[in-house]
Nanobody, 126 residues
Framework: QLQLVESGGGLVQPGGSLRLSCVGSGLTLGYYAIAWFRQAPGREREGVSSIRHYDGNTYYADSVKGRFTIFRDTTKNTLYLQMNSLKAEDTAVYYC???????????????????WGQGTQVTVSS
């Protein structure tokens, strides 16, 4: 089975940047559709971004378009989320996730995903 280990979270001021990383082991991330989700206190877990493994197409939540970029390095078996122009409302625990399925337009449905990282806290001060 695939195991995912996340890092890169922390405290940042509004307008700042962070890069999250998620390293996969067991199987290479290239065999999966992979995504970032986030969950803030009292809120539902929501999809942030996804990259489609079979063609590399990417998806973004409207709230992060133009600010966040998802990409992967298959040689390092690592998924990244580059977050720029951070806002207070971006504060959440961020999770990486992977699936053998092809969720397509349902990429932000957490129930399509089989494997999850432990989460990393992102806090944007206000």
């Amino acid at each position: 089975q695939l195991q995912l280990v996340e890092s890169g979270g922390g405290l940042v001021q509004p307008g700042g940047s962070l890069r999250l990383s998620c390293v996969g082991s067991g199987l290479t991330l290239g065999y999966y559709a992979i995504a970032w989700f986030r969950q803030a206190p009292g809120r539902e877990r929501e999809g942030v971004s996804s990259i489609r493994h079979y063609d590399g197409n990417t998806y973004y939540a409207d709230s992060v378009k133009g600010r966040f970029t998802i990409f992967r390095d298959t040689t390092k078996n690592t998924l990244y989320l580059q977050m720029n122009s951070l806002k207070a409302e971006d504060t959440a625990v961020y999770y990486c996730a992977a699936t053998r399925r092809r969720p397509g337009t349902q990429w932000n449905n957490q129930y399509y995903y089989d494997d999850w990282g432990q989460g990393t806290q992102v806090t944007v001060s206000s």
